[in-house]
T-cell receptor
């Protein structure tokens, strides 16, 4: 089982749609969680951190469920510019720092 | 501007040749990382360093070498022992906050390496 698993997609949605991505992680001792965005042939960039209480940044909402070991990202009112790959990232501190990147979920938003 | 600079943007390697990818950061970060990304794949950790003159192997270190002589610099050498080097190479850096909540990695723009 992979340490961090994401649905690879692609998700094809029309503009204005709401889309949700899920990510599961295997290490229950994981401590920090993030969503990164990666555009085609570019480097990953931090989209948002994920807190236990859930957090929102404009059209983006991230949730963490420690009991079920999954995190989610909800994008409301999708824009064409949201088309990218979204990476789930999990960091723990068991036996030293370890940051694991998921393989990413591709999103295509169409007009 | 603060950030991470990788060079070159594109690199071609001949059979049996060693090539070195540059990574420089002016963010005053303690930790630096090298990742490899293959098409449609996630990031795989090659090497990382948390302090000058010290570095650790990641998941796919074979065929690669690194050095950390300065805090700002973490070059990666792809040796001739790496038989399948064609990939997108990403360098990242982060603070070493033991709270972990601030252990966010920031990436350079990457180097695309191809074999001639």
């Amino acid at each position: 089982r992979k340490e961090v698993e994401q649905d690879p997609g692609p998700f094809n949605v029309p503009e204005g749609a709401t889309v949700a991505f899920n990510c599961t992680y295997s290490n229950s001792a994981s401590q920090s969680f993030f969503w990164y965005r990666q555009d085609c042939r570019k480097e990953p960039k931090l989209l948002m951190s994920v807190y236990s209480s859930g957090n929102e940044d404009g059209r983006f909402t991230a949730q963490l469920n420690r009991a079920s070991q999954y995190i989610s990202l909800l994008i409301r009112d999708s824009k064409l510019s949201d088309s990218a790959t979204y990476l789930c990232v999990v960091t723990g501190n068991t036996g030293g720092f370890k940051t694991i990147f998921g393989a990413g979920t591709r999103l295509f938003v169409k007009a | 501007d603060g950030g991470i600079t990788q060079s070159p943007k594109y690199l071609f390697r001949k059979e049996g040749q060693n090539v070195t990818l540059s990574c420089e950061q002016n963010l005053n970060h303690d930790a630096m990382y090298w990742y490899r990304q293959d098409p449609g794949q996630g990031l795989r950790l090659i090497y990382y360093s948390q302090i000058v003159n010290d570095f650790q192997k990641g998941d796919i270190a074979e065929g690669y070498s690194v050095s950390r002589e300065k805090k700002e610099s973490f070059p990666l050498t792809v040796t001739s022992a790496q038989k399948n080097p064609t990939a997108f190479y990403l360098c990242a850096s982060s603070d070493l906050e033991y709270s972990l909540a601030k252990n966010i990695q920031y990436f350079g723009a990457g180097t695309r390496l191809s074999v001639l």
